[in-house]
């Protein structure tokens, strides 16, 4: 195929950059050449982000980067570059830091002008052609004239955006009550929304860390109403349209109140913690809607994201064709009535009842996205119908349904490989091992383990951030061995193989190295062997992912408990301690923080399972929700520290220990259960 335009990102292997490489626009990548160019030609840099799945990136592509008169203002004025976020979050961070403080918000595109320097001058988001081109001739004609001006105020902005991320040393006691907890699930709950569950506004992100924090406390405090509420968000999301009911699996978050209309990107770190969050939730409550979220959305994992060597693609795209040929968002998801009612013949009332084909259900142009509002209890008993034969209809529908979406032009696959997104999944995958015992679910967790092993894990000890055409590159980011450490923990207690769990201190030890920070006590974003930015961020606030810092202090705390390891014990605890003064104010942005608190809040167990059946002990204990443990265990003799002088070749014992001091030994899980839930 012959294209008018090609520009620099040709030879990159980003989705999202491949994506722009015919725009007329002289598109250059982030690296040192192209930083060095602007500074020569002491041009602005025009830097534009975003991601391969993101609608209004392709919104503002259409309209503006392939229009050959922006493209001219573009090229005459500014070198421009374009970043992959998903590749680059380093520099998506720094710059996002920017904008929203130029605008008080922010998200993508994300678009920023800077100095020749790349100190950010001008930034926003998603912007309309005219707009575009008023605001590139206003700064042009700006930086023309009066540079001083522009200059005068990077300074200004420079400051602002180092004193983003700057954590004070809390020079008091680290002291982590339950009291203080409270207080800030108070404070939080102001914003419930106990009618559809998640908070009260819209659009509605589903911010899987926050429920699983909050499904922990309100379990660990017996808080029936917290309780209920979480599990009313649980059972909505399910229900809603966010949830791909014919193919399984989550989109990004949906624009309304009651979770039915998504933005219709799937991102693999959603799938990947919304499946641990409903694992663990099912462990709790045993209802079966859970059981099936799970199973689907890993059906779709593995149908639809994942590779042959294990590893796990990125993202599926908003937007996809629709029968004119156009690119529209959600086309591929959506459903007229008339198709349904051919496609589904007979059933059709049931159906349109069972998955809202009603003014429920309606979206826009009269098309549907099928939502559930009544569980099967109500439509059994409406519709007189035995819950099998629910069931085997469900399934049938579903069927149907999937074959006849498949002849339609899929949405574009983001198949690049980030070490970080991959291990959340590994994760996930280990959970849900641990909760329904399914072995491909742990072959699954296993064979992305190794990938990360033999392909992303460098001999010096360092992990690479990206994979893509059988090549890894991009030196790691925190969050990289903050995820992997994390997930290799998780493996460890589910196999009992020690390589998993040497490998997680290996790399805690490599992090404290190039990331840590004396002077905060946490970890910077990126290796003290990058190239510097504007500023160097610490990354520590929570958000849809966990913030790579508190999943690494949480990593600390585990570690320091399987090594006796009193650096690792006091860094968690310093790390926890300096950022706690911000905790209580807006608990939804702390949460993985706030979980790490009540390790010190509540008693904390070390279960140490020695003898021939540690493994089966292993998976009869796992049966039971018990947040606040963590899992040692061998088969045979073992000088672990958790596990030395244990061993008794006859019988198989269970040693639980909290604070340093261990309760006698017992053989029976039974006895266990009662010594952990007293």
């Known amino acids: 195929m012959t294209h008018k335009y090609t520009n620099e990102l040709i030879h990159e292997t980003s989705p999202y950059l491949l994506q722009h490489a015919h725009n007329p626009v002289d598109w250059n990548p982030w690296n040192d050449k192209t930083l060095a160019k602007a500074k020569t030609e002491n041009k602005l840099i025009l830097l534009s982000v975003g991601y391969a799945a993101c609608h209004w990136c392709h919104v503002m592509e259409h309209e503006s980067f392939e229009d050959s008169l922006v493209a001219q203002v573009m090229n005459k004025n500014f070198i421009n570059i374009k970043v992959d976020r998903e590749e680059r979050p380093d520099v998506d961070q720094v710059y996002m830091n920017a904008v929203q403080l130029m605008t008080g918000s ?23 052609k005219e707009q575009w081109l008023d605001a590139l001739g206003q700064i042009s004609k700006l930086y023309t004239k009066n540079p001083e001006k522009l200059i005068e105020y990077a300074d200004k902005l420079e400051h602002g955006i180092k004193s983003m991320d700057v954590v004070k040393v809390n020079t008091d006691e680290p002291v982590f009550k339950t009291e203080f907890i409270a207080e800030a699930v108070s404070e939080w709950s102001k914003q419930f929304d106990h009618t559809f569950g998640g ?57 309304d109140s009651k979770w039915h209309v998504p933005h219709f990107e799937k991102m693999l770190y ?28 890993l059906a779709y994992i593995k149908q639809n994201m994942t590779t042959e060597n294990g590893a796990f693609y990125s993202s599926l795209d908003a937007d996809s064709h629709n029968s004119k040929g156009e690119l529209e968002e959600g086309a591929y998801y959506v459903w007229n009535q008339e198709e349904l009612k051919t496609l589904i013949a007979d059933d059709f009332e049931l159906f349109s009842e069972y998955y809202n084909v009603n003014n429920f259900g309606l979206w826009e142009h009269s098309n549907y996205v099928l939502i559930r509002k009544d569980d099967d209890a109500s439509i059994i008993k409406k519709h007189k119908i035995n819950l099998e034969d629910l069931v085997k209809k469900k399934n049938n529908w579903k069927q149907i349904l999937l074959e006849a979406r498949n002849k339609r032009e899929k949405p574009r696959l983001d198949d690049k490989t980030l070490t970080s997104w991959n291990a959340i999944m590994l994760k996930g995958y280990t959970d849900a091992y641990r909760v329904f015992g399914n072995p491909d679910y742990l072959a699954s967790a296993k064979k992305n383990g190794n990938f990360i092993l033999n392909t992303q894990l460098q001999n010096d000890g360092s992990l690479f951030h990206n994979y893509k055409n059988g090549k890894s590159s991009i030196n790691g980011y925190l969050e990289d061995y903050a995820t992997t450490i994390d997930a290799f923990l998780a493996l460890y207690e589910n196999t009992l193989d020690e390589k998993w769990l040497n490998t ?133 003799e073992n000088n672990m520290p958790l596990l030395k002088n244990r061993f008794n070749p006859s019988k198989t014992l269970i040693y639980v220990c909290v604070n340093q001091a261990c309760k006698l030994p017992v053989s029976e899980v039974s006895d266990a259960k009662n010594l952990l839930t007293k």
């Not at 922010?106 to 309309?128: A, E």
């Not at 799938?271 to 859970?290: G, M, P, R, T």
């Not at 650096?567 to 702390?590: F, I």
């Open 106 to 128: 922010g998200g993508w595109p994300m678009n920023v002008i800077t100095l020749p320097d790349g100190r950010p001058v001008w930034g926003g988001t998603y912007f309309k």
């Open 199 to 255: 908070l009260s506004r819209s659009p509605k992100f589903m911010m899987p860390n926050n429920y699983h924090f909050l499904l922990r406390y309100a379990y660990q405090t017996n808080d029936e109403k917290l309780q209920d509420y979480v599990n009313l968000t649980l059972k909505k999301m399910a229900y809603g349209g966010v949830f791909d009911q014919i193919g399984g699996g989550f989109s990004r978050y949906s624009v």
């Open 270 to 297: 959603d799938n990947s913690q919304l499946v641990s969050l409903y694992a663990d939730a099912y462990l709790i409550s045993k209802n079966e809607l859970y059981k099936n979220v799970v199973e689907e959305t």
């Open 504 to 636: 997680a201190r290996d790399l805690a030890n490599y992090a404290f190295d190039y990331f840590y920070d004396d002077q905060s006590g946490l970890f910077y974003f990126t290796s003290n062997s990058d190239a510097s930015l504007v500023t160097r961020s610490i990354d520590y606030r929570d958000n849809v992912i966990p913030a790579s810092n508190s999943i690494m202090a949480k990593n600390l705390f585990k570690l320091s408990h399987y090594f006796d390891d009193e650096h690792y014990r006091t860094t968690a605890q310093t790390m926890l301690n300096n950022v706690k003064p911000e905790m209580q104010d807006y608990a939804s942005g702390y949460s993985n923080w706030l979980d790490l608190m009540l390790n010190y809040s509540n008693p904390f167990y070390e279960v140490a399972i020695v003898g021939s059946n540690a493994k089966q002990k292993i998976n009869e204990l796992n049966k039971t929700y018990i947040p606040n443990k963590l899992i040692a265990g061998s088969s045979l």
